[in-house]
């Protein structure tokens, strides 16, 4: 395996102005294997309840993805209930039940351990602190959080940032982090956390990347039908790691490149209800969308 991911696996019930869909297949580990996988191979490591449906269990084995360390524990699966309005940019929370990503905690086998790219997704971040010492000798490792773990566990959050080597968050989450408007100065923050590179997703304003070496900016793709946004981040994410752990190497022509297949997936997530879209994408399908996406933004 050349990546391993750490995060949820859950049931989402979203609505949006082209319409409603409950019990999706979603999560941060779901969406961000789905576009990762198109690079290379992924070992997932979530659990799931007992009312979790095997058809879910079933799909993702026939990805491709590795479901080793995907736990079914007694108790509900974790589920997030959500409604888009207007530009569709930030999900309203109607509803979330933990189940049983509340007691979990994660199991690596000795084959994972030995794993060189991790992406620490969307979870506690006592979880995901609770990993880092069992990794033999990662290459890179990404996390990503969300505010409610930058509210409630802030002092968690900062503890695990010091150990890792990219830091993902959206605009609002590395404002809510460093108290800071500028995204720059936000970025200059996070940076001064620990991890050396910083990256911050903009929604439909595109990314931006910072390091003390380089700092990089690239537009959205634009699309004019956003049909649901959940996951895209976590897509984004997929996309960069899968790109980045296909290249072997990270340096600022592979972290570009990186960022503009993550740009892409991204694109392909907001197209359709949950994992619609990235369920059927092949890499044909990035690269050709990639092509067109660098005749738009080159002059």
């Keep these: ?39 290379t191979k992924v070992s997932l490591v979530a659990t799931v309840g007992e009312d979790f449906p095997q058809r879910h269990i079933d799909f993702l084995q026939q990805k491709g993805i590795s479901l080793a360390s995907l736990i079914r524990a007694q108790g509900k699966t974790f589920q997030w209930s959500g409604e888009y309005k207007g530009d569709l940019n930030t999900a309203v929370t109607l509803n979330t039940e933990l189940g049983v990503l ?21 979870v506690d971040p006592d979880i995901q602190g609770h990993i880092l010492p069992h ?9 990503d959080s969300m505010n409610y773990w930058i509210n409630t566990k802030r002092k968690s959050l900062l503890k695990v940032l010091k150990k890792v080597d990219i830091y993902v968050a ?10 800071e408007d500028n995204l720059i ?9 620990g991890p050396p590179m910083i990256l911050i997703k903009k929604g439909e304003h595109g990314v931006l990347f910072y390091s003390d070496k380089f700092i990089f900016s690239l537009p959205a793709y634009p699309e004019d039908k956003v049909v649901d946004p959940t996951g895209a981040g976590d897509t984004f994410a997929g996309g960069f790691m899968g790109y980045l752990a296909k290249a072997k190497t990270v340096n600022a022509q592979n972290i570009k490149k ?8 991204a694109s392909f997530n907001i197209e359709g209800f949950g994992l619609e879209r990235t ?4 890499m044909k399908d990035l690269d050709n969308r990639l092509a067109e996406f660098r005749r738009q933004v080159l002059f």
């Design 258 to 265: 990186a960022l503009a297949y993550g740009t892409i997936a």
């Design 185 to 193: 100065r936000a970025a200059k923050r996070l940076r001064s956390f």
């Design 102 to 122: 509340a007691s979990f905690k994660p199991k690596l086998s000795e084959e994972q351990k030995k794993i060189k790219y991790i992406f620490l997704a969307n």
């Design 135 to 143: 990794l033999s000798s990662p290459k890179l490792i990404v996390l």
């Design 1 to 39: 395996m050349s990546i391993l991911v750490l995060g949820t696996v859950a049931l989402d019930n979203v609505r949006t102005p082209y319409g409603e869909r409950n019990k999706l297949l979603g999560g941060s580990a779901a969406h961000f294997s789905m576009s990762s996988r198109l690079f």
């Design 170 to 179: 959206n605009d609002q989450e590395a404002r809510s982090l460093t108290q």
């Design 279 to 282: 369920a059927k994408l092949s």
